[in-house]
């Protein structure tokens, strides 16, 4: 089975640039969530959908960050513009989600972002 | 809300040594609890889970027990490798809300020496 798969792998941009990421989820999973993990710091949920809805985005700086999710599958988060702050570990995740709290959610490699 | 609270690192051990490293945990439904591991480079990945009180969940010689009594889920492994050295998040996923909802701690580092 295919896992999650995230690029790009690794991003450098300036500070109040604009920058954008993409996932592709495991096939069948409704949930899909996106993190941001700062060094030496736990992941913390920025972004959550069912389908293609939203769920929770109660931490989304939403003057910056936008995220959408197409069609129920693939998913882009974009910051725009960036700040030196945003430099982070950008995660997806996905799990087949409702009603489903003993499933595992499954994690792509992420995204390295380094604003400068 | 939900939260998560794990024991400081680094963990600095030798070989063969005996690992535990706490987790405890703040919960307004009744949440399944989980490890995963991160290991150098890679996303995160799960070593076990328990979905109600008194399961134990194990994987490649780790284990936890979940404990509702005082709300704990720590991780142990008898012997440690080399190859054990990773960063440990413990997590909690709650239905509170109707969705999952997945929670995780600070994380822990491991680091094992020969």
């Known amino acids: 089975e295919a896992g999650v798969a995230q690029s790009p792998r690794y991003k450098i941009i300036e500070k109040r640039q604009s920058v954008a990421f993409w996932c592709n989820p495991i096939s069948g999973h409704a949930t899909l969530y996106w993190y941001q993990q700062i060094l030496g710091q736990g992941p913390k949920l920025l972004i959550q959908?069912?389908?293609?809805?939203?769920?929770?985005d109660s931490q989304l700086p939403k003057d910056r960050f936008s995220a959408e999710r197409l069609k129920g599958v693939d998913s882009t988060l974009k910051i725009q513009p960036a700040k030196l702050e945003d430099s982070a570990v950008y995660l997806c995740a996905s799990s087949l989600g409702w009603g489903a709290a003993n499933t595992e959610a499954f994690f792509g490699q992420g995204t390295r972002l380094t604003v400068v | 809300g939900d939260s998560v609270t794990q024991m400081e690192g680094p963990v600095t051990l030798s070989e063969e040594a005996f690992l535990t490293i706490n987790c405890t945990y703040t919960a307004t439904g009744y949440p399944s609890l989980f490890w995963y591991v991160q290991y150098p480079g890679e996303g995160l990945q799960l070593l076990l889970k328990?979905?109600?009180?008194?399961d134990k969940g194990s994987d490649k010689g780790f284990e936890a027990t979940y404990r509702k009594e005082t709300t704990s889920f720590h991780l142990e492994k008898g012997s440690v490798q080399v190859s054990d050295s990773a960063v440990y998040f413990c997590a909690l996923s709650d239905l509170n809300t109707g969705f999952q909802k997945l929670v995780f701690g600070t994380g822990t580092r491991l680091l094992v020496s020969p």
């Open positions: 328990a979905t109600k009180a008194d």
């Open positions: 959908f069912q389908n293609n809805g939203v769920v929770d």
